[in-house]
Nanobody
């Protein structure tokens, strides 16, 4: 029962940067970790990155490693995804999600609450 709202998506050129935000509200005490997922046209939703609220420990998909950085602001109940060196293949709807599991996960089904998504389009 965590409400999540993504923002920060938009249109950028290849090589550019973008920062996404995910604001959490409601029963946030039940959230242990947050994840970012994305879904490109014609593709299945895939894991991007995750972070634990308490320690800030992060987990990345291979496609995101070295280019994307996940972070959190506990006081604001907000998680960020800083994306750099963007490529056209990064074009997708990006979703944030919350899990009450003790650790982080790459598995979509382990996240209980989801935002509505924000569109990221990278042009070439």
């Amino acid at each position: 029962q965590v409400q999540l709202v993504e923002s920060g998506g938009g249109l950028v050129q290849a090589g550019g940067s973008l920062r996404l935000s995910c604001a959490a509200s409601g029963r946030t005490f039940s959230s242990i970790a947050m994840g970012w997922f994305r879904q490109a046209p014609g593709k299945e939703r895939e894991f991007v990155a995750a972070i634990r609220w308490s320690s800030g420990s992060a987990l990345y998909a291979d496609s995101a490693k070295g280019r994307f950085t996940i972070s959190r602001d506990n006081a604001k109940n907000t998680v960020y995804l800083q994306m750099t060196s963007l490529k056209p293949e990064d074009t997708a709807v990006y979703y944030c999600a919350s899990t009450s599991r003790a650790g982080m996960s790459r598995i979509m089904n382990e996240y209980r609450d989801w935002g509505q998504g924000t569109q990221v389009t990278v042009s070439s």
